[in-house]
C-alpha cells in the first residue's frame, strides 16, 4: 500500500423515525447495530463475499469479544451517519476494528468505536487462526 | 370450562426508553414484539414447557402466517401495557390468538391483535397437525 | 394516470445479521419495521419531502390505526427483499397502503401488508384532513 | 457504608425468541439494551422515582458519552440474565456505571459492561452538576 491510499471502508445508514428514544436522539445501543450494518457490507464490498457466505459457505464465524464506543454528538432521525470502517488490530485468532461516523452534511463527528471479534468455526465455536484471505482483506485496511 | 372461568392469560409489558420512535409514541411495530413476548411466556406459565424447550426439545416451531392489530390509543415511555391472550380458534394445523392490551392504571384500551400461526416441525419447516397436549392448551384458553 | 403507467414505489431492504429469531428466519414484527422504511422513503422520493420535514416543518403527522401482514414464505439473513407500496384507499383523514414484498433473484412472495395512517396535526395529534399535496401523491400511487 | 452491605443493584433479564442472531447467539448490540432496561429500572426501584418522573417531571436527562462491553461466554434463547449494576465513579456532571451479567442457573459470567453518562437538562441538552439527591443516590450504589 503506497501513501495516501485510502484504507478506511465507508457505509452509509439513514436514522430512522424509530430509531430514536424518548429524549429524541438515537438511543445509544443502536450504534453498535450500525457498527455491525457496516461491517456486514464490508465483507460483500470489499472480500467479495457475503457476510452470510462467509459464515455459511465459508464456515467463519466472528462473533465480537469486545465493544465500546465515544458518543460525541447526538444524532437525530432524518440524519445520515457515514460510517468509516478501518482495522486497528489483526493478531492470530482476532482482529480489532474501529469505527468513526461523522454526520453527512455537516461533518459533524457523532461516534467514535472500536469492536474486537474472534475468528471462529462456525457450529463449534472454537476459535481458529484468521484464514489467509482474511487476514489480507483486514490488512489492506489497516488504519493509518 | 364453567361460566365465568377465566381464560385470557395475563402478561404485563414494561415500555421502555427506547421504544418510543419520533413522534414520542411507542413505534407501531414493537406492539407485534410485545405479542410475541406474551406468547413465549404463555407456554411457559401455562403449558408447564418453556417456549425454548416447546420448540428445541419438542421440536414444535410455531411461525406467523398472519398478523394484525389495531391500535386504539397510543402507548408511551414508562407506561405498562397489560396483555390479554385468548385463542380464537384452533384448527388442524393452524391456531389463531387474540390479544388485547389496555394501561394499567386508567384501563384505556390500547390496542387489539390477532396472529395466526401454524405448527411445524422445526427443521423441515413441514406443517403438521397441532400435538393433543398443545391442542389441549389452546382449547382451555378459547375466547368465549 | 393513463394506461400502464407504474404506480407502486419500489423500496429494497437488506435483510441482516440480526434479523433472525431463533428459528432462523426473520423475526416477523420486524416486517412492520420495513414496511415503515418504505413508508418514510416514499415521502422523500416522491413527495420530495423527507418524512422528517412533512413531520417536524410541515407539522403532519401518520400515526397507523391498523396494520396487518400475510406472510407467505420465510426470509432469511442475506435475502434482499423488494417491498412495492402503492395506495389502496384515500379518505378524507386516513389512508390506507398495501405492501407486496419479494425476494430479490428468484421473485418469491414473502409478504402482503395493509397499513391504515390518520392524518395528524404533531403536538396535538388531532386527526385533520389530508391536506391537497399529500392526498394528490397518495391518489398518484392508487393500486390498479 | 459498612462491611458487607451490598451495594450493587440487580435486574433479570429474559432472552427472547427475537433477541438472537444468525450465529443463535444474543446479537451482542442488545446487551446495551440489557443494561439500559437495568439503568431504569434502577432509578424506579431505588431512587423511588421512575427514570420517566427523572426525565419529564425533574428535568434531568442521562445520555451515554461512553459504553463498552466484554462478552464472556454467549447467550441465548431461554436463559435468564442476572445484571448487577453497581457505579464506578461519580463526577461534577458525569457518572460512571458499571455492569457485570451472569446466566441464572450455572451463574457463568457473561458480559462486564461500563456506561459513561452525563447529566443535562432535558430540552436545552446542556451539561450540569448532578443533583445532590442522585448524587446520593450514586454514591449509595458505588464499587467496592
Redesign the interface.
Known sequence: MWYGEPVAYRARIRI???D??????V????F??Y???AF?DFFADEAGR????V??DDGF?W?????????RA?LR??DVLELELAVEHVGTKSATFVYRGTRVGDGAEIVRGRVTVVCIR?GS?EARPIPETYRRLFERHLAA
Chains 1, 2, 3, 4 share one sequence.
Open positions: 430512522r423515525f424509530g430514536e428514544d424518548h429524549a429524541g436522539i438511543y445509544y445501543p443502536r453498535f447495530d457498527f455491525h450494518q456486514e457475503t457476510y452470510k457466505e459464515l455459511d464465524g462473533p465480537s469479544v469486545h465493544a465500546e464506543a465515544d458518543f447526538p432521525f432524518g462456525m465455536f
